[in-house]
């Protein structure tokens, strides 16, 4: 059974930062590319960040270019976030994605909130 489990968020002043980790299972995760998803209230779900099997290659959405890095940890089955410089346009709930054997599978989320 796939799962993934967001943490990490919280809330944060504009300017600051987060690092967003998920947790992977139930998957050959080395085998599957990653991404990073975020849905603001009232807003479609965006693309946020993708990660290669190795990590070697990424992609960024221009709204988070120069502030966000994806990366992973294969001997962890984890893929992470690093969200600098944030703005109170990045409040959102974060979910981590792959596509595994015909099918979309999501974690539950995690809050990022950003506000002073």
């Known amino acids: 059974q796939v799962q993934l489990v967001e943490s990490g968020g919280g809330l944060v002043q504009p300017g600051g930062s987060l690092r967003l980790s998920c947790k992977a299972s139930?998957?050959?995760?080395?085998?599957?590319?990653m991404n990073w998803y975020r849905q603001a209230p009232g807003k479609e779900r965006e693309r946020v960040a993708s990660i290669g099997t190795s990590g070697g290659v990424t992609n960024y959405a221009d709204s988070v270019k120069g502030r966000f890095t994806i990366s992973r940890d294969n001997a962890k089955d984890t893929v992470y976030l690093e969200m600098n410089n944030l703005k109170p346009e990045d409040t959102a709930v974060y979910y981590c994605?792959?596509?595994?054997?015909?099918?979309?599978?999501w974690g539950q989320g995690t809050q990022v909130t950003v506000s002073s």
């Open positions: 139930g998957f050959t995760f080395s085998s599957y590319a």
């Open positions: 994605n792959t596509w595994w054997r015909g099918g979309y599978y």
